[in-house]
T-cell receptor, first 111, second 112 residues
Framework: SQKIEQNSEALNIQEGKTATLTCNYT??????LQWYRQDPGRGPVFLLL?????KEKRKERLKVTFDTTLKQSLFHITASQPADSATYLC??????????FGPGTRLSVLP | NAGVTQTPKFQVLKTGQSMTLQCAQD?????MSWYRQDPGMGLRLIHY???????DQGEVPNGYNVSRSTTEDFPLRLLSAAPSQTSVYFC???????????FGPGTRLTVT
Protein backbone atom coordinates (compact mmCIF):
# COMPACT_ATOMS: atom_id res chain seq x y z
CA SER A 1 0.00 0.00 0.00
CA GLN A 2 1.04 3.62 -0.43
CA LYS A 3 3.12 5.02 2.39
CA ILE A 4 4.38 8.53 3.04
CA GLU A 5 6.85 9.34 5.80
CA GLN A 6 8.00 12.74 6.96
CA ASN A 7 11.35 12.79 8.73
CA SER A 8 10.77 13.30 12.36
CA GLU A 9 7.54 14.17 14.07
CA ALA A 10 9.15 17.34 15.42
CA LEU A 11 12.14 19.44 14.44
CA ASN A 12 13.73 22.22 16.49
CA ILE A 13 16.00 24.75 14.83
CA GLN A 14 17.68 28.00 15.78
CA GLU A 15 16.44 31.24 14.27
CA GLY A 16 18.39 32.23 11.16
CA LYS A 17 19.37 28.67 10.25
CA THR A 18 17.99 26.66 7.34
CA ALA A 19 15.27 24.15 8.21
CA THR A 20 15.18 21.01 6.08
CA LEU A 21 12.14 18.75 6.15
CA THR A 22 11.98 15.39 4.39
CA CYS A 23 9.13 13.58 2.69
CA ASN A 24 9.71 9.97 1.59
CA TYR A 25 7.21 7.75 -0.14
CA THR A 26 6.85 4.14 -1.28
CA UNK A 27 4.51 2.24 -3.59
CA UNK A 28 3.49 5.41 -5.39
CA UNK A 29 4.33 7.20 -8.63
CA UNK A 30 3.06 10.74 -8.09
CA UNK A 31 2.55 13.21 -10.88
CA UNK A 32 3.31 16.03 -8.47
CA LEU A 33 4.06 16.78 -4.85
CA GLN A 34 2.79 19.63 -2.69
CA TRP A 35 3.78 21.18 0.61
CA TYR A 36 1.29 22.74 3.00
CA ARG A 37 1.65 24.67 6.25
CA GLN A 38 -0.76 24.07 9.13
CA ASP A 39 -1.02 26.19 12.25
CA PRO A 40 -2.70 24.85 15.42
CA GLY A 41 -6.48 24.87 15.16
CA ARG A 42 -6.46 25.86 11.49
CA GLY A 43 -6.72 24.22 8.11
CA PRO A 44 -3.66 23.57 5.93
CA VAL A 45 -2.47 26.35 3.65
CA PHE A 46 -0.89 25.60 0.26
CA LEU A 47 2.77 26.62 -0.14
CA LEU A 48 4.36 25.01 -3.18
CA LEU A 49 3.75 22.42 -5.89
CA UNK A 50 6.47 20.60 -7.82
CA UNK A 51 5.80 18.28 -10.76
CA UNK A 52 7.45 14.94 -11.46
CA UNK A 53 9.56 16.39 -14.27
CA UNK A 54 10.85 19.27 -12.12
CA LYS A 55 13.91 19.01 -9.89
CA GLU A 56 13.57 22.17 -7.85
CA LYS A 57 11.10 24.98 -7.12
CA ARG A 58 11.63 28.19 -5.18
CA LYS A 59 9.35 30.76 -3.61
CA GLU A 60 10.90 33.52 -1.53
CA ARG A 61 12.67 31.74 1.38
CA LEU A 62 11.22 28.35 0.45
CA LYS A 63 12.84 25.71 -1.76
CA VAL A 64 11.51 22.30 -2.69
CA THR A 65 13.38 19.49 -4.43
CA PHE A 66 11.83 16.35 -5.89
CA ASP A 67 13.82 13.20 -6.65
CA THR A 68 11.57 10.55 -8.19
CA THR A 69 14.43 8.03 -8.24
CA LEU A 70 14.99 8.31 -4.49
CA LYS A 71 11.23 8.83 -3.97
CA GLN A 72 11.97 11.82 -1.82
CA SER A 73 11.23 15.52 -1.53
CA LEU A 74 13.18 17.99 0.56
CA PHE A 75 11.59 21.22 1.80
CA HIS A 76 13.95 24.00 2.87
CA ILE A 77 13.19 27.21 4.74
CA THR A 78 16.19 29.54 4.68
CA ALA A 79 16.82 32.24 7.29
CA SER A 80 14.15 30.66 9.46
CA GLN A 81 12.09 32.84 11.80
CA PRO A 82 9.95 32.02 14.85
CA ALA A 83 6.92 32.85 12.68
CA ASP A 84 7.82 29.82 10.54
CA SER A 85 6.95 27.54 13.47
CA ALA A 86 4.10 25.30 12.31
CA THR A 87 3.38 21.79 11.10
CA TYR A 88 4.36 21.15 7.48
CA LEU A 89 2.57 18.52 5.43
CA CYS A 90 3.60 16.94 2.16
CA UNK A 91 0.96 15.61 -0.21
CA UNK A 92 1.33 13.45 -3.30
CA UNK A 93 -1.08 13.63 -6.20
CA UNK A 94 -1.87 11.75 -9.36
CA UNK A 95 -3.15 13.24 -12.62
CA UNK A 96 -6.52 13.92 -11.04
CA UNK A 97 -7.16 16.04 -8.00
CA UNK A 98 -6.91 13.43 -5.25
CA UNK A 99 -4.07 13.54 -2.79
CA UNK A 100 -2.35 11.40 -0.20
CA PHE A 101 -0.98 13.33 2.75
CA GLY A 102 1.94 12.59 4.99
CA PRO A 103 1.62 12.80 8.80
CA GLY A 104 3.44 16.13 9.00
CA THR A 105 6.52 17.50 10.74
CA ARG A 106 6.12 20.03 13.56
CA LEU A 107 8.80 22.69 13.15
CA SER A 108 9.80 24.94 16.03
CA VAL A 109 12.12 27.86 15.29
CA LEU A 110 13.75 28.99 18.52
CA PRO A 111 14.71 32.66 18.99
CA ASN B 1 -14.62 36.13 -0.79
CA ALA B 2 -15.15 34.16 2.43
CA GLY B 3 -13.26 31.18 0.94
CA VAL B 4 -14.17 27.80 2.41
CA THR B 5 -16.40 27.93 5.47
CA GLN B 6 -17.33 25.09 7.82
CA THR B 7 -19.91 24.82 10.57
CA PRO B 8 -20.01 24.01 13.38
CA LYS B 9 -16.49 24.57 14.72
CA PHE B 10 -16.98 22.12 17.60
CA GLN B 11 -19.51 19.34 18.16
CA VAL B 12 -20.05 16.65 20.76
CA LEU B 13 -22.27 13.71 19.85
CA LYS B 14 -23.40 10.61 21.64
CA THR B 15 -22.86 7.22 20.02
CA GLY B 16 -25.65 6.52 17.54
CA GLN B 17 -26.62 10.14 16.92
CA SER B 18 -26.57 11.57 13.43
CA MET B 19 -25.48 14.99 12.26
CA THR B 20 -24.41 16.98 9.23
CA LEU B 21 -21.18 18.94 8.93
CA GLN B 22 -21.64 21.90 6.64
CA CYS B 23 -19.14 23.11 4.06
CA ALA B 24 -19.54 25.97 1.62
CA GLN B 25 -17.24 27.83 -0.76
CA ASP B 26 -17.84 31.02 -2.70
CA UNK B 27 -15.00 30.68 -5.22
CA UNK B 28 -16.97 28.72 -7.84
CA UNK B 29 -14.66 25.72 -7.40
CA UNK B 30 -15.83 22.52 -9.03
CA UNK B 31 -13.76 20.12 -6.93
CA MET B 32 -14.58 19.71 -3.25
CA SER B 33 -13.49 17.13 -0.72
CA TRP B 34 -13.74 16.04 2.89
CA TYR B 35 -10.79 14.86 4.99
CA ARG B 36 -10.41 13.70 8.53
CA GLN B 37 -7.24 14.36 10.50
CA ASP B 38 -6.13 12.12 13.34
CA PRO B 39 -2.88 12.41 15.33
CA GLY B 40 0.06 10.78 13.57
CA MET B 41 -2.01 9.70 10.57
CA GLY B 42 -2.17 12.75 8.37
CA LEU B 43 -5.22 13.83 6.42
CA ARG B 44 -7.30 11.01 4.99
CA LEU B 45 -9.78 11.51 2.17
CA ILE B 46 -13.38 10.58 3.02
CA HIS B 47 -15.41 11.66 -0.03
CA TYR B 48 -14.92 14.02 -2.92
CA UNK B 49 -16.90 15.65 -5.69
CA UNK B 50 -15.75 16.88 -9.11
CA UNK B 51 -18.90 18.92 -9.66
CA UNK B 52 -22.56 19.33 -8.78
CA UNK B 53 -24.38 16.00 -8.83
CA UNK B 54 -21.17 13.93 -8.81
CA UNK B 55 -19.63 12.36 -5.72
CA ASP B 56 -17.21 9.53 -5.10
CA GLN B 57 -15.59 7.68 -2.24
CA GLY B 58 -12.13 8.35 -0.90
CA GLU B 59 -9.91 6.27 1.33
CA VAL B 60 -12.17 6.09 4.42
CA PRO B 61 -15.84 6.50 3.36
CA ASN B 62 -17.55 4.07 5.73
CA GLY B 63 -20.07 5.71 8.06
CA TYR B 64 -20.26 8.92 6.03
CA ASN B 65 -22.55 10.17 3.25
CA VAL B 66 -22.23 13.20 1.01
CA SER B 67 -24.29 14.97 -1.61
CA ARG B 68 -23.56 17.85 -3.98
CA SER B 69 -26.69 19.56 -5.16
CA THR B 70 -24.98 22.92 -5.81
CA THR B 71 -21.47 24.03 -6.71
CA GLU B 72 -21.19 25.94 -3.44
CA ASP B 73 -22.22 23.35 -0.82
CA PHE B 74 -20.85 19.94 0.08
CA PRO B 75 -22.32 18.62 3.36
CA LEU B 76 -20.97 15.55 5.14
CA ARG B 77 -23.46 13.37 7.02
CA LEU B 78 -22.65 11.01 9.84
CA LEU B 79 -25.44 8.46 9.86
CA SER B 80 -24.84 6.84 13.26
CA ALA B 81 -21.89 8.35 15.09
CA ALA B 82 -19.27 6.06 16.61
CA PRO B 83 -16.34 6.90 18.93
CA SER B 84 -13.97 5.98 16.05
CA GLN B 85 -15.30 9.04 14.20
CA THR B 86 -13.87 11.37 16.83
CA SER B 87 -11.57 13.52 14.72
CA VAL B 88 -11.02 16.90 13.14
CA TYR B 89 -12.81 17.22 9.80
CA PHE B 90 -11.62 19.49 7.01
CA CYS B 91 -13.40 20.48 3.84
CA UNK B 92 -11.35 21.63 0.85
CA UNK B 93 -11.93 22.90 -2.66
CA UNK B 94 -9.87 23.36 -5.82
CA UNK B 95 -10.39 25.49 -8.91
CA UNK B 96 -10.67 23.76 -12.29
CA UNK B 97 -7.36 22.51 -13.65
CA UNK B 98 -5.51 23.25 -10.41
CA UNK B 99 -4.14 20.91 -7.80
CA UNK B 100 -3.92 23.62 -5.16
CA UNK B 101 -6.42 22.94 -2.39
CA UNK B 102 -8.09 25.58 -0.24
CA PHE B 103 -9.02 24.26 3.19
CA GLY B 104 -11.70 25.35 5.60
CA PRO B 105 -10.99 25.98 9.31
CA GLY B 106 -12.14 22.52 10.37
CA THR B 107 -14.76 20.97 12.66
CA ARG B 108 -13.62 19.23 15.82
CA LEU B 109 -15.99 16.34 16.49
CA THR B 110 -16.07 14.25 19.65
CA VAL B 111 -18.25 11.15 19.89
CA THR B 112 -18.82 9.79 23.39
Amino acid sequence: SQKIEQNSEALNIQEGKTATLTCNYTNYSPAYLQWYRQDPGRGPVFLLLIRENEKEKRKERLKVTFDTTLKQSLFHITASQPADSATYLCALGDYGQNFVFGPGTRLSVLP
Amino acid sequence: NAGVTQTPKFQVLKTGQSMTLQCAQDMNHEYMSWYRQDPGMGLRLIHYSVGAGITDQGEVPNGYNVSRSTTEDFPLRLLSAAPSQTSVYFCASSPPGSQEQYFGPGTRLTVT
